[in-house]
Structure formats: C-alpha cells, structure tokens
C-alpha cells in the first residue's frame, strides 16, 4: 500500500498569506494525486488532480506541483473562504490512499 | 446539474446490515468508475471500494474485504454498498464520489450516515 503523510498537520495564516501544504508518498509515482478541500459538515471538493490540473471553476490561487514522492499543494494570496481542511490523495495503485488531512486556520 | 444522492444510512447494531444507495443524474453514469468514501466523526478520509466501468471490476480496503459488496445497475444509473456484519468502527459519514479518469473525485454527494451501536 502507498502511504499518504501530509505535513503540516495544522497551519495558522493570515488573509493574504501565502500557504504550502506537502504531501509525501512511500513510493514513488507519476500524476495520480489529487488535492481537496473539505469544510465543515460538507462533502470535500476537487481542487488539483494529475499532480497539477487545475479542476473547473477553482480559482487560479491554488497551484499542485510535484512527482515521484513529494507534491505540494500551495494557496496563494489566502482568502476568508480558503479556511478548511485539505486532503491530497493517491490514485495510482489500490488501496486508494489519503493523506491525513491539513487543517488551515486563521492567526 | 450533476448529482449523486446517497441514501440508506441509519443506527444499526453491531453484527448488523446496511445496503447504501447513490442516484446519479445529468452525466453518463456507465461512462465512469465510481467509489465509496468514508470519513468517521472527526477523522480523516477513507477510501472503502471502487467499481470501474463497463466491466465492474472492484477493489475493496482491507477493513471492509469480506464485509461489503459494491455494485451498480447502470440502467438505473445507481450505485449500491451493501454493508453486512458491520462493527462499531464502520461508524461513519459515507460518500458516493465519481471518479475522474485520472482517478480523482470530481463529484462527491452529500453523505449518508451510519452509526452502528447497540
């Protein structure tokens, strides 16, 4: 199984911050990693997949980088309704996995 | 407007028996693989089981291999999670998510909860 370890775990920023998240992978892949948003009480939302696609309508502050172990997940210019919990997920080989999640929170 | 509307979810005792259903509208549901995803109270994302499309082969996590059953009925364009001998951390809000071809959920339904308690 591939393992999912996101850092931070939690990360405290300001409106107009500029915030990475990194997710780490036990082995190494190419493209099938996708990054979500999760708000409270609702279902999370597609931000990022292959790596760095930018999904429909998701604003062009959210920028996804990265192969083989290391993807990044970065929020530019951090707005109100970008507090939430973020997940990066694998897709490359069953078990599909997710990393434990990263919680951003206003300083 | 593309939707998937999970249902199903309830109490149930342990050792106990749930079938969760997901209706999909305004796509072509047997062009697309779908999963099960699970989050319990507080906690993080799970994946549960995958069904791909046109052939329906299925992938299950190893916490609920033997347990749960996915299939689908294209013609109804449903999904289906057919829960038996459910425990106590089987608890959770569960997802119907549609998978884009390079595996990610671009659509993901509200949830459906079960709890499982005696």
């Known amino acids: 199984d591939i393992q999912m370890t996101q850092s931070p775990s939690s990360v405290s920023a300001s409106v107009g911050d500029r915030v990475t998240i990194t997710c780490r992978a036990s082995?190494?892949?190419?493209?099938?990693l996708a990054w979500y948003q999760q708000k409270p009480g609702k279902a999370p939302k597609l931000l990022i997949y292959?790596?760095?696609s930018l999904q429909s309508a998701v604003p062009s502050r959210f920028t996804g980088s990265g192969s083989g172990t290391d993807f990044t997940l970065t929020i530019n210019r951090l707005q109100p309704e970008d507090f939430a919990t973020y997940y990066c997920?694998?897709?490359?080989?069953?078990?599909?996995?997710f990393g434990g999640g990263t919680r951003v929170e206003i300083k | 407007e593309v939707q998937l509307v999970e249902s199903g979810g309830g109490l149930v005792q342990p050792g106990g028996s749930l079938r969760l259903s997901c209706a999909a509208s305004?796509?072509?549901?047997?062009?697309?693989?779908m999963t099960w995803v699970r989050q319990a109270p507080g906690k993080g994302l799970e994946w549960v089981s995958y069904?791909?499309?046109?052939?329906?082969?299925?992938f299950y996590a190893d916490s609920v291999k033997g347990r749960f059953t996915i299939s689908r009925d294209d013609a109804k364009k449903s999904l289906y999670l057919q829960m038996n001998s459910l425990r106590v951390e089987d608890t959770a809000v569960y997802y119907c998510?549609?998978?884009?071809?390079?595996?990610?959920?671009?659509?993901w339904g509200q949830g459906t909860t079960v709890a499982v308690s005696s």
């Open positions: 998510v549609r998978l884009n071809p390079h595996g990610a959920g671009d659509v």
């Open positions: 305004a796509f072509p549901f047997n062009m697309y693989s």
């Open positions: 069904i791909s499309s046109r052939s329906g082969t299925t």
């Open positions: 082995q190494g892949f190419s493209g099938y």
């Open positions: 292959a790596a760095s």
């Open positions: 997920q694998q897709s490359n080989t069953f078990p599909l996995t």
